[in-house]
């Protein structure tokens, strides 16, 4: 498969896996704290995936990735299994397909933890040196009138992170007394 077809593949998975598992979920109250949503997420895609096509293509999914300075939740890369031979695995990664942040907070909590994630998010699509897809996955535990809510990602941001960032969110609907569940492409 091209990159590009791999690409697309894992982008539609991540999507299925956040309207379907991940709120399934929540409403099954699996989710207790960001941890959960981050375990939940890495086994929801990993099965979605398929270790078939994972091996095939030489993927891997890794929490806590490192790019600098800072940690991504998860990544999903490709490896060079040659290489990974002679060298530790974190020098074996040839491309970086995907990196996803996750946010799992209360209606406590402040906005800036969100925010700094975008920030910290579109930090790496300027730093990108491979043909990356980002990712917000954020769940807040605060219920909102459906015209009140805006995106995390601002319409400035939007643009220079065009064609490379997805955001994912849910917040509590007080009109259904639910959780919606949002994906929007930028």
Known sequence: MTTTSVSQFIHFNIKKVW???INKDYDN???LKESSLQSAFYSHLRRRIGDDFLAKNNLKLFPEYSIGKQKADLAIVVIDPDKAKDYPLRDCVTEV???IEMKHKDKYVSEKHFNDDVTKTLSYIKK???DTMYYLAFIREMYFNPDEVTNWVTSKQALKARGKLTEMYSYGDLKTD???WHVIEH
């Open 97 to 99: 397909i995907s990196v």
């Open 178 to 180: 639910k959780m919606v």
């Open 29 to 31: 109250l699996d989710l």
């Open 128 to 130: 990108s040196t491979f």
């Open 19 to 21: 309207l379907e598992d």
